[in-house]
């Protein structure tokens, strides 16, 4: 089950309108409702009853929408308390610092002195 699917259902089981789902998820409405299909006929029943003048979930489809947010709710407070607070200590650079003078090698950003 492509985790694209189950996002397209939940945005048009929230809309209700395939229209203001597919605007909301970046998608066309035809790349949508083919997702939606492919979900249905992955699972094996339908998610909305397409018989009705207004867009409506079957009783398979609002479990389905009622399971995927309870799951989506429990992934993102999971990945919330996972992530660590920001702070500690800041770490300087380790660098040598300046390379050695070489006896005779000119200085960078020095002139010579002219006798």
Known sequence: MAIDRIRH?????DALNFAHAARAEGV???????????LEAELGYPLFDYSAETTTLTPAGEALQQTTSVQWAKSAAAAAADVRPPGGKAKASKGKGRAPAVKGAPRVGKRRQGR
């Open 28 to 38: 066309s409405r035809a790349t949508l409702v083919a997702s939606v299909k492919e």
């Open 9 to 13: 259902f939940m945005a048009a089981a």
